[in-house]
Structures are given as C-alpha cells and as structure tokens.
C-alpha cells in the first residue's frame, strides 16, 4: 500500500508543482484516497479540477494502481484553512 501512495503522491506532484497530496489507506480494501492542496486550483471548478487528477492518473498509471485509487478531494490553501479553521 505504500508503494501504491508513493507512485500516486509522485504522479502529481509532478502534475501540480507545489501540490500537497496527503494520500492515506481506506479502509476495507487495497485502496488509497484522500487530499490534493494546489494553489493552482484557485478558481478551477470542482469538475474541472476531478478532470485534471483522473486524466494524470489515466495517462501516468498503470490500470491496476488506477482502479485502488478511490477519492482525491481537491483544495487550494486558502479553503484547507477554511476547512480547518473556519472561524478565520
């Protein structure tokens, strides 16, 4: 599983320079999901921004580390701080 979220942290790093990705193991299965943090996604839809992480995924790794990589929510800075400290 760690191999899994190294290569997977690696492929977008090299995507979204300066991205943060904090990937982790889901429970119940092979799997790993989690949070990409990109200031590059500052005014990028949602849809659009699910869009770019697939399409790096797709093109960049294999179809079986494909199909263990469930959820990645995507963030800029500015809404993680919202999310973590929403009084701010």
């Given at each position: 599983m760690d191999e899994l979220i190294a290569r997977v942290s690696r492929v977008l790093?090299?995507?979204?320079?300066?991205?943060?990705?904090?990937?982790?193991?889901?429970?119940?299965?092979?799997?790993?999901?989690?949070?990409?943090?990109?200031?590059?996604?500052d005014g990028v839809p949602q849809r659009e921004r699910q869009r770019m992480i697939w399409d790096t995924l797709r093109a960049r790794l294999a179809r079986e580390d494909q199909q263990r990589v469930t959820a990645i929510l995507t963030l800029t800075p500015v809404?993680?701080?919202?999310?973590?400290?929403p009084a701010a």
């Open positions: 790093q090299e995507r979204f320079p300066g991205a943060e990705p904090a990937l982790a193991p889901v429970p119940l299965g092979e799997r790993a999901g989690g949070f990409l943090v990109w200031d590059g996604f809404e993680q701080d919202d999310i973590l400290d």
